[in-house]
């Protein structure tokens, strides 16, 4: 409890119920003068607030709620698990739900990727996989491979194994000495592509897979263990992948015999409209890391799901991977994960998303005529709008115009209108939007029109 000025033990702030909430993520000092918003309920793709404001959630929570809110099928699943089996770890046991959920995550995903190892959410499904190449490669006789590659801007998850994969510069520099061995390459931006390749998304994209090789013959290939990638890059807004990137990134990794690890934390579990974002550009990754959307939130969950290849070293004699979390693979999260994938297939939720795909797209092209708009781009229910101050040279906002438009307006504007979103600059600044795989036509024109209002607005602020 906080010490008021008169001793008597009550509440400093008595008119700041989150005072002792330390949020992620949350520059706190804020909300000393502002009220921090309080969300209490949620039905559908909608939630409410502690004034019973209701908003469009169009971002899932954070990517995570694919359902949708209110479910009382997965609140029964946690009841009914709890009472049955609250709690056992998967250390040397197994217990039901996680034996069926490993079968049912191993018969989905692609290619011989068969293997699923369970954690409590994204970092930790990134630190495993990490882990896993390293002493994979210990094992297969090649003890020096144990650096990674991965994307400018990519996230990647803050512990440290994982920040260190992070190429956020902000997000990094705190603290380091960060886990060394991993280095960056450009991403796939092609709004912002260098000039040369400018005009060709096929050459940008073959131009940025070749940048991959360029930092794996700068390591040395001999001390290089894996890539890691998302699907569709989220932090720098939504960056999809060119044509032939993925085909190209497998040979290089093939070549240098350097795993491929699809970071899927948000592009799995139908972000995209296929289960796993890597089905939806057609490669074969040797790891993928998920989370988020395998509960759609009702309960947390991550897994890397590893290649038959790469488990083999792993199954033989005395070896063990001496790594796993307390809650990994939890009986109440295996046990809402089934139950939240049954929904995807008798709701058919990725139908859903692969027949609304274009008419979502084409909703927020709309925006176009916005001149604050540059680029609208992504991918499945997953896109971002970038924010420029002149279309024609692609000028983007710099850190005051961040400060002053996006934070100081743009964000609050959106939230005020009752459209839940995101806007960031971890790259050029952009509005994401990714909502409940449940939404369609009302939903992305809501979206539309809230985004409308609050853009023509800030345009006029820059
Ligand atoms: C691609 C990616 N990897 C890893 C993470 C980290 O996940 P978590 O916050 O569950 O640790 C995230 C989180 O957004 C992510 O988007």
């Not at 996680?98 to 995550?105: K, M, S, T, V, Y």
């Not at 991403?187 to 940008?204: C, G, I, L, M, S």
């Not at 131009?207 to 894996?226: L, Y």
Request: with cysteine; net charge negative.
């Amino acid at each position: 409890m906080s010490v008021t000025a008169d001793g008597a033990g009550r509440p400093a702030r008595p008119d700041n119920p989150a005072e002792h909430l330390w949020m992620h993520f949350t520059r706190m000092s804020t909300y000393a003068t502002t009220a921090v918003p309080i969300i209490e309920r949620g039905e559908g793709a909608y939630i409410w607030d502690s004034n019973g404001r209701k908003y469009l959630d169009a971002l899932s929570g954070l990517f995570v709620v694919q359902v949708g809110h209110g479910r009382a099928e997965l609140a029964d699943v946690v009841a009914a698990q709890a009472r049955k089996l609250a709690y056992f770890p998967i250390w040397s046991y197994a217990h039901p739900t996680a034996i069926e959920l490993a079968d049912r995550l191993a018969a989905e995903a692609p290619g011989d990727l068969n293997k699923v190892f369970f954690s409590s959410g994204g970092a930790e499904s990134v630190e495993t996989a990490w882990k896993i190449a390293k002493q994979y490669f210990k094992l297969t006789g090649k003890p020096a491979k144990t650096k990674v590659v991965s994307r400018a801007v990519a996230y990647h998850g803050t512990t440290q194994g994982a920040l260190s994969i992070t190429g956020v510069p902000g997000f990094r520099q705190p603290f380091e000495p960060l886990v060394p061995g991993a280095s960056r390459v450009p991403n796939t931006n092609f709004y912002r592509a260098p000039k040369h390749v400018a005009d060709d998304e096929k050459q940008f994209g073959l131009w940025a897979a070749n940048r991959v090789e360029e930092a794996i013959q700068n390591e040395g290939p001999d001390t290089v263990a894996a890539v890691f990638v998302e699907p569709v890059q989220n932090a720098g807004g939504c960056i999809p992948p060119p044509p032939g990137y993925f085909e190209r990134l497998r040979e290089i990794c093939d070549r240098h015999d350097v795993l491929l690890v699809s970071d899927e934390v948000i592009c799995a579990y139908g972000r995209l409209g296929t289960l796993f974002g890597a089905q939806k550009y057609g490669y074969q990754p040797d790891i993928i890391t998920s989370a988020k959307g395998l509960t759609s939130g009702y309960s947390p969950l991550g897994a890397a799901i590893v290649s038959d290849r790469v488990f083999e070293p792993f199954g033989k004699g005395k070896v063990s991977f001496a790594h796993g979390y307390t809650f990994g693979g939890h009986p109440v999260s295996c046990a809402v994960a089934l139950a939240n994938l049954d929904i995807f297939e008798r709701e058919d939720l990725l139908g859903n998303v692969l027949r609304n795909e274009n008419t979502f797209r084409q909703t927020l092209e709309r925006l176009y005529d916005l001149p604050i708009v540059g680029d609208v781009r992504g991918d499945g229910y997953f896109y971002a709008v970038e924010l420029v101050k002149d279309k024609g040279t692609k000028l983007a906002f710099d850190a005051a115009d961040c400060e002053r438009v996006l934070r100081g307006y743009i964000s609050g504007a959106l939230f005020e209108a009752g459209l839940y979103c995101r806007t960031d600059d971890r790259g050029d600044a952009v509005v994401q939007v990714a909502p409940p795989l449940i939404c369609g036509q009302a939903e992305f024109d809501e979206m539309e029109q809230k985004l409308r209002h609050v853009l023509s607005t800030a345009w006029t602020k820059i």
